[in-house]
T-cell receptor, first 112, second 114 residues
Framework: KQEVTQIPAALSVPEGENLVLNCSFT??????LQWFRQDPGKGLTSLLL?????REQTSGRLNASLDKSSGRSTLYIAASQPGDSATYLC???????????FGIGTKLQVIP | EAGVAQSPRYKIIEKRQSVAFWCNPI?????LYWYQQILGQGPKLLIQ????????DSQLPKDRFSAERLKGVDSTLKIQPAKLEDSAVYLC????????????FGPGTRLTVT
């Protein structure tokens, strides 16, 4: 059974800092991994999707990397802004039954 | 392009009552997902449809939850009878289809069972 862990559970940083969010998974036979952000009371917004054959994806100030063999992904946010404050979730899609498993998220607060 | 639509946005019911949620995916998206998100937790997949067939419903409590996707477009998720522990946000997502496509989420329905 796939298990997804996100560390840290919460993070508070001053504006302008670069930061890294971590996601680890127990079964490396994945099809893809997707990072989302969730604002309070809202649905999930897709940030980046990494296929199992890829090592990283970039979008603006966001960079996500994937090391499938070690069961890890990181989301790098450059020059953080108060608008980045949200909960960040990673989701893994298994290669066999296409089952999707989410972590519980990292709650990020960027202080002006 | 219109996003994933869900209704209602909020629902309050008493335990043992029934409730239904509706989802309209992005046009052309073959895959539809229903998730349950309990406060402080990540979303848990309840059921996944590919067109109008079920791909995975292993975590759906089938004694009280049911879901259907008529004509491979809209979907409804029903709970009957509801329990206190069903209080959660119910999220619908869709993707183009197949394994590699990213998921797009609706705003969710917040259910409170009293």
């Amino acid at each position: 059974k796939q298990e997804v862990t996100q560390i840290p559970a919460a993070l508070s940083v001053p504006e302008g800092e670069n930061l890294v969010l971590n996601c680890s998974f127990t079964d490396s036979a994945i099809y893809n991994l997707q990072w989302f952000r969730q604002d309070p009371g809202k649905g999930l917004t897709s940030l980046l999707l990494i296929q199992s054959s890829q090592r990283e994806q970039t979008s603006g100030r966001l960079n996500a990397s994937l090391d499938k063999s070690s069961g890890r992904s990181t989301l790098y946010i450059a020059a953080s802004q108060p608008g980045d404050s949200a909960t960040y979730l990673c989701a893994v899609k298994d290669g066999g039954y296409q089952k999707v498993t989410f972590g519980i998220g990292t709650k990020l607060q960027v202080i002006p | 392009e219109a996003g994933v639509a869900q209704s209602p946005r909020y629902k309050i019911i008493e335990k043992r009552q029934s409730v239904a949620f509706w989802c309209n995916p992005i046009s052309g998206h073959a895959t539809l997902y229903w998730y349950q998100q309990i406060l402080g937790q990540g979303p848990k997949l309840l059921i996944q449809f590919q067109n109008n067939g079920v791909v995975d419903d292993s975590q759906l409590p089938k004694d009280r939850f049911s879901a259907e996707r008529l004509k491979g477009v809209d979907s409804t998720l029903k709970i009957q009878p509801a329990k206190l522990e069903d209080s959660a946000v119910y999220l619908c997502a869709s993707s183009l289809g197949g394994q590699g496509w990213e998921q797009y989420f609706g705003p969710g329905t917040r259910l409170t069972v009293t």
